[in-house]
């Protein structure tokens, strides 16, 4: 349920939070070792008034001030993270690009926003705490009427009676004309809407009805319409288990769209800024092993350094995966002759004491370090750090319907498989694993499984 809030208050806090950060930036600049001469407050002006103005047009594009009545406050803070991003990017390139005037240093800048940011967000917690502690007191209410005496529409009833914090009173059931179910509190049927809607106090009317009679209540949506009682529709298309509903547009067309796969764009730029970052790092940091590799292969046997393969990417785009090359450079036409010995379930190919495999690249298997070439895949957005390892288009080909959803994220160079014993684990628990991962998913789980991964690698566990 969607409610605007109190915009003109809102708006005056978060430009009060805007100016407060301006004491702490300009005490940024007296940090040592290298302070800053000290700005009196008047140095500001010219920066604060440019930060505003951007900042009430980020706002708006990012619908910052449409409070989600039954949603966690996370999804609010979310989009000031981006207002406030875009405006500190939009700000920055402007006083780079343009050469505009100011005095306000790199140290001062920084500090701002990353003080704007703490105040703002606290800004929401408060209010959040406030106003829900309000609601549940019965202030700032709402009252709304069910259409239906369905399952449907008892669960929406005992859902908003488990949240009191949302400030949703209910008022009672309308009743499709003929139901032969007669709830405890009835206000009337579908056919004296308006009558009803005329002698009660209502502000929404949600329609839980099943979705084959929608199209009877499509009269009585209108007259909710017309006499300024918001109609809700709640939605019982499909059975969606587990998946995220969200409701958007195209061009005007209402469209809901379901999703297992994570979707929240704050959390995902965070994923994708950490693996451009670390793949950057790792390809540094371990540039003298690579070097080292490159030059041992080549020097084993004849063929490139480098093996590229066809993999399958997130929902099914094909990219070329880079490793360094562990076995004889004819081990693709070799593959079907060993087919009978392979030693894993489901369609992939494993084998312990693989003929194709070189000295060496047994060494970099075992160590892990053939797949280091991968973060340049990362680094293009093939990849991530963290993901279900990418399969071939052969194994996708004898995927069952559930194991597909596996390609609904980017694939990574380590995940949940990898340190859970990695071959020793059995082809459907690989699967349930990458599942798991992409149900559970968030950047924190990332970081974690990358602690994780060390100790694997380094104990070789699973690694053939």
């Known amino acids: 349920m969607r409610s605007r809030i109190d915009d003109g208050r809102v708006r005056i806090l978060d430009i009060a939070c805007l100016v407060l950060a301006i004491p702490v930036a300009r005490w940024a600049q007296t940090i040592p070792p290298h302070p800053d001469p000290l700005l009196p407050f008047a140095g500001y002006v010219p920066f604060l008034g440019a930060t505003l103005l951007l900042w009430l047009a980020a706002t708006w594009f990012f619908q910052l001030y449409v409070s989600f009545r039954t949603r966690s406050v996370w999804p609010e803070v979310g989009r000031i993270v981006k207002a406030l991003l875009a405006v500190a990017v939009v700000h920055g390139a402007a006083i780079y690009f343009l050469r505009l005037p100011g005095e306000v240093s790199r140290v001062s800048f920084t500090a701002f926003f990353a003080t704007a940011l703490v105040l703002l967000a606290g800004n929401r917690f408060l209010l959040r705490a406030a106003v829900r502690r309000a609601r549940r007191g019965g202030l700032n209410s709402r009252v709304f009427a069910v259409v239906g005496s369905g399952d449907l529409a008892h669960d929406v009833v005992s859902t908003v009676a488990d949240h009191p914090e949302w400030g949703l009173v209910f008022a009672g059931h309308i009743v499709e004309d003929g139901a032969s179910v007669a709830p405890e509190v009835l206000l009337g049927s579908v056919s004296q809407i308006g009558q009803i809607l005329d002698d009660n106090v209502i502000d929404e009317v949600i329609f839980a009805v099943p979705r084959d009679r929608l199209t009877s209540v499509q009269e009585a949506f209108l007259n909710c319409q017309e006499r300024g009682a918001a109609p809700r529709v709640c939605l019982d298309l499909f059975e969606v288990d587990g998946a995220r509903a969200v409701l958007g547009d195209l061009d005007g067309l209402p469209m809901l769209s379901f999703s297992r796969a994570p979707t929240d764009e704050v959390a995902l730029l965070l994923k994708r800024a950490f693996d451009v970052v670390s793949s950057s790092a790792a390809l540094v940091l371990f540039s003298p092993v690579i070097l080292a590799t490159a030059i041992a292969v080549k020097l084993e046997s004849p063929g ?142 990332d970081v974690r499984i990358c602690f994780k991964t060390i100790p694997a690698v380094l104990s070789s566990r699973g690694a053939r």
């Open 304 to 445: 490139p350094v480098f093996f590229r393969q066809v993999r399958v990417g997130k929902n099914g785009r094909p990219f070329r995966i880079v490793k360094f090359r562990s076995m004889r450079a004819d081990a693709e036409d070799q593959l079907a002759s060993l087919r009978l010995q392979n030693e894993a379930s489901g369609p992939v190919f494993k084998m312990r004491k693989d003929p194709r495999v070189t000295r060496v690249g047994a060494f970099i298997r075992r160590t892990s370090i053939d797949e280091l070439p991968q973060f340049l895949n990362v680094l293009s957005g093939e990849m991530s750090v963290v993901g279900p390892r990418p399969p071939v288009p052969a194994e996708v080909r004898q995927y069952e319907r559930w194991q597909r959803r596996r390609l609904s994220v980017k694939p990574g160079i380590t995940c949940t498989w990898q340190v859970s014993g990695r071959s020793d684990v059995s082809f459907d628990r690989w699967m349930e694993l990458d599942l798991a991962y992409i149900d559970s998913w968030s950047f924190w789980q």
